[in-house]
């Protein structure tokens, strides 16, 4: 059994998609940071000093009465609040992501083109009487005589 395993595990594929999950891992942090500590604060600057991952709305007071200046005095107090500023936040994430993810597809996706290399034009025509393979550029078949530029 463990010698099964052993082979399920050394496939390439699965261990593509191990280090491709990891990469991802890092990735999705690196994103996260980028997002929280590069474009949040001169965005919530330009809007004033405002900074979204302190929006959010109080449905139930906790254990201190608010108004609570950051959500995490109302999250201490123990009040229910509704987030919608780190959604946000997660949303401007994922669009960042996702336009990476998609750079990155485009870029393979040429790579394949370029690969690609066009068809080559055709140096032969059938026959339309014997249907033999002759040059494209013969007026009359080899083979069976005939004048193809009448056909």
């Known amino acids: 059994m463990f010698k099964e395993f052993k082979e399920f595990a050394m496939r390439g594929n699965v261990v593509d998609m191990a280090v491709g999950i990891i990469i991802g891992g890092a990735f999705g942090t690196i994103v996260k940071s980028l997002v929280a500590d590069v474009l949040m604060p001169p965005l919530g600057l330009l809007l004033g000093g405002v900074d ?11 254990t201190t ?3 609570y200046a950051a959500l995490a005095e109302a999250q201490a107090a123990g009040a229910v609040t509704i987030n ?3 959604f946000i936040n997660t949303v ?12 990155l597809i485009r870029g393979i996706n040429r790579l394949r083109r370029e690969e690609e290399a066009p068809p080559a034009e055709p140096t032969t025509k059938d026959c339309p009487f014997c249907m033999s393979s002759i040059p494209i550029k013969a007026s009359r078949c080899p ?4 004048d193809l530029a009448k056909a």
């Open 84 to 86: 919608y500023g780190v």
């Open 92 to 103: 401007i994430s994922f669009i960042i992501v996702a336009f990476a993810i998609f750079l």
């Open 143 to 146: 083979n069976c005589t005939s």
């Open 65 to 67: 009465a608010g108004p």
């Open 52 to 62: 979204f991952s302190n929006f959010f709305v109080v449905l139930k007071q906790g």
